[in-house]
């Protein structure tokens, strides 16, 4: 038993950080509280990705509609996360530091395929799925250089911004934001912002802590366009936040 948690906590952190903690007791080593913290944060953030857009996909499936939602939006933001996941997953940084790009690859996949349903060309949906899970395959699978992959990580931060910025055009053009989930719109900023601080310590990347800086910014004014259409129209059909 005492062998199993050492394995346990040694994987979770590392052999130093296991003596300062549990064999010299130094429960206030610095380096190893923001390891742990960073830890703690990492596995948090994945958790509540499992959930963080289902609130956003229950609201687009009752209403039949994906009315205020931008598809471009959608699809940069995919386009972000993906690269990202698959950036991270090869070169080999902790699974706490990206894990939940997967679930995030899941849901706003679903939400894109959705929104294309709800929309004018229905059949498009299954066209997109077929090739994103492709696209997706050949990135994860190692089949893409990693020079490649930098790159696409490199652009994530123009666009990450102008995926957000397209949403915060069209909030302001409809005077709301329709189908757009408020817990969604909220647990993204709060885990962007946490990633900034796992990300340098976990994998010391700039490209990787720019990105979530500049997402961290677009979440903000997000969020902050949510606050302000609170109580105002969403659609002709008066939909609330969920």
């Known amino acids: 038993m005492v062998e199993y948690f050492r394995r346990s906590a040694v994987a979770l952190?590392?052999?130093?950080?296991?003596?300062?903690?549990f064999e010299k007791f130094n429960f206030f080593h610095v380096p190893c509280l923001k390891l742990a913290l960073s830890k703690c944060l990492g596995y948090a953030i994945i958790a509540g990705s499992v959930m963080v857009k289902v609130p956003q996909i229950l609201k687009i499936t009752r209403a039949k509609s994906a009315e205020g939602l931008s598809?471009?939006?959608?699809?940069?933001?995919?386009?972000?996360?993906?690269?990202?996941?698959?950036?991270?997953?090869?070169?080999?940084?902790?699974?706490?530091?990206w894990g939940e790009g997967l679930?995030?690859?899941?849901?706003?996949?679903?939400?894109?395929?959705l929104t294309l349903y709800h929309g004018p060309t229905p059949h498009r949906a299954a066209l997109f799925l077929a090739a994103y899970v492709a696209v997706t395959g050949l990135l994860m699978g190692g089949a893409a250089p990693v020079a490649l992959l930098w790159a696409m990580q490199v652009l994530n931060v123009p666009v990450v911004i102008a995926g957000k910025s397209l949403q915060a055009l069209a909030n302001y053009r409809n005077g709301g934001t329709g189908q757009l989930?408020?817990?969604?719109?909220?647990?993204?900023?709060?885990?962007?912002?946490?990633?900034?601080?796992?990300?340098?310590?976990?994998?010391?990347?700039?490209?990787?802590?720019?990105?979530?800086?500049?997402?961290?910014?677009?979440?903000?004014?997000?969020?902050?366009?949510?606050v302000y259409y609170w109580r105002g129209p969403t659609s002709s059909r008066g939909d609330k936040r969920q």
């Open 181 to 226: 989930s408020a817990a969604t719109g909220f647990l993204l900023l709060a885990g962007s912002l946490a990633r900034i601080f796992t990300s340098v310590q976990e994998t010391g990347d700039a490209t990787v802590v720019l990105t979530y800086v500049a997402a961290s910014a677009v979440n903000a004014l997000i969020a902050a366009q949510i």
């Open 103 to 113: 679930f995030l690859i899941l849901q706003t996949a679903a939400i894109a395929a």
């Open 13 to 21: 952190l590392n052999e130093e950080c296991y003596q300062e903690f």
């Open 71 to 97: 598809i471009f939006s959608i699809l940069l933001d995919l386009f972000a996360i993906t690269s990202s996941a698959a950036y991270q997953f090869n070169m080999g940084f902790p699974f706490s530091a």
